[in-house]
Each structure stands twice: as structure tokens, then as C-alpha cells.
């Protein structure tokens, strides 16, 4: 499989001509819907769910297909049994690869704000993207799609989070709103200059790939 950061949040998921579009959110550049196969999207926060422009790929694709929670699901209604309602625990086959759901919740921002529900993928039991939430799957995986920062994080939960998980890479996502300084900054945290963790970290520059 390869691995393609396309943005924020969003990544796409190859495997010969199947192409999973994780989070396709207001944030990256609506190209990346053309030509998928599937689309997954963890939960409906504006930067990891657009329904105006997944309508219109559905729209201009009529054998484009969605998985997603049920809050995100009754947003798209009108789309027959092309929209899928799943949550946690769900074994699914999308677009040809075996994919799992974990988690109900995205983080808690702050006690006083509503929380909506998010859960996380497990692709062809090797990637992992957890959306706005440190879910741990409870399930070997080989790449994490860490959620570097976030309103909801500090950089001490991301390094637990991924200590826990134990991946054999991870890969940033969820970074849109640092500047390079603050890149760099959280990759010496999670690299070396940090306190260790037994993954290796990198960050994929948006439109950049890396075989899995």
C-alpha cells in the first residue's frame, strides 16, 4: 500500500487502483475526492468532514461509497445505501481492503463544550488513522496517523499516546495550524530531543508519499 498526506487531516490509502480517502475535510484541497474509491471519515468537525463537497463527489460518481459514524451519516442523507453507518467494534471490506473501527468519542476539548462522536480506522490492518481522539485500537498496527496538535492535546498526551499504541512508524497528521517552528518543535519532542518513545516519528509534507 502507499500512504499519500494530502493536508491536515487527510490521507489517501493505495493499493493498486484503490484509492481510500481518509477525512477529506474543509482544509484540503477538494482534488483529492477525484478518482477515489471509498471515502472513511472519523467524525463531522469542518476540517476532516466538507458535506457540501463529498455530496458533490457522490453526486458526480455514482459507485463513490462512504463509511462513517451515524452523526455524520444523518448529515448525508438522501444518498440511499451509498453512505454507511459504523462504529466501534465494526469488521468492514472497503474498497477491497479489510478495515476495522475503534473509538465512540472525539477528545474532550473542554468539559464545557459538546463532544461529537468520532471513531478511528484500522486499514488492511496497517494503518491507523484515530481521527480527534488518542483511541488506542487494541490491535497490532504498523503505522500510526498521530494527531500532532490539536485544542484538545498537549505534547506530554502525545507522546503517551504513542508509547501506547507502539507502531512501528508514525506519521504526523492534524498539523495544519503549525507554522515551521512549531513543526519542528513537536518533531524534537517525539524524535531527539524528547524523552523517547519506541516509534519512529516523520512528517509527510502535504502531497507526499511513502510505500507501506
Known amino acids: 500500500m502507499e ?14 487502483d484503490r484509492r481510500l480517502v481518509i477525512d477529506p475535510g474543509g482544509w484540503t484541497d477538494p482534488g483529492v475526492l477525484d478518482g477515489a474509491t ?60 479489510d478495515v476495522t473501527v475503534h473509538g465512540e468519542w472525539h477528545a474532550v476539548v473542554h468539559p464545557e463544550l459538546p463532544r461529537v462522536p468520532n471513531v478511528g480506522f484500522v486499514v488492511g490492518g496497517e494503518v491507523f488513522h484515530p481521527g480527534d481522539a488518542f483511541t488506542v485500537p487494541g490491535t497490532p498496527v504498523s503505522t500510526l496517523l498521530l494527531p500532532v496538535h490539536a485544542p484538545w492535546s498537549k505534547i506530554a498526551e502525545v507522546i503517551d499516546y504513542v508509547r501506547e499504541v507502539g507502531a512501528d512508524q508514525a506519521y504526523a497528521v492534524h498539523d495544519g495550524l ?18 523517547g518513545t519506541p516509534t519512529p516519528y516523520a512528517r509527510l509534507a502535504p502531497g507526499e508519499s511513502v510505500e507501506l
Open 3 to 16: 500512504l499519500t498526506k494530502q493536508g491536515h487531516a487527510c490521507v489517501v490509502v493505495t493499493d493498486g
Open 38 to 97: 471509498a471515502v472513511l471519515v472519523t467524525h463531522e468537525h469542518p476540517d476532516h468532514f466538507a458535506g457540501d463537497r463529498l455530496r458533490a463527489a457522490l453526486d458526480a460518481d455514482p459507485a463513490l461509497e462512504v463509511w462513517t459514524n451515524p452523526s455524520v451519516a444523518g448529515q448525508l442523507q438522501g444518498l440511499g445505501g451509498r453512505v454507511h453507518a459504523v462504529g466501534d467494534g465494526d469488521a468492514l471490506t472497503v474498497a477491497g481492503l
Open 178 to 195: 503549525l507554522n515551521d517552528t512549531g513543526l519542528g518543535l513537536v518533531g524534537g519532542l517525539l524524535g531527539e530531543r524528547g524523552p
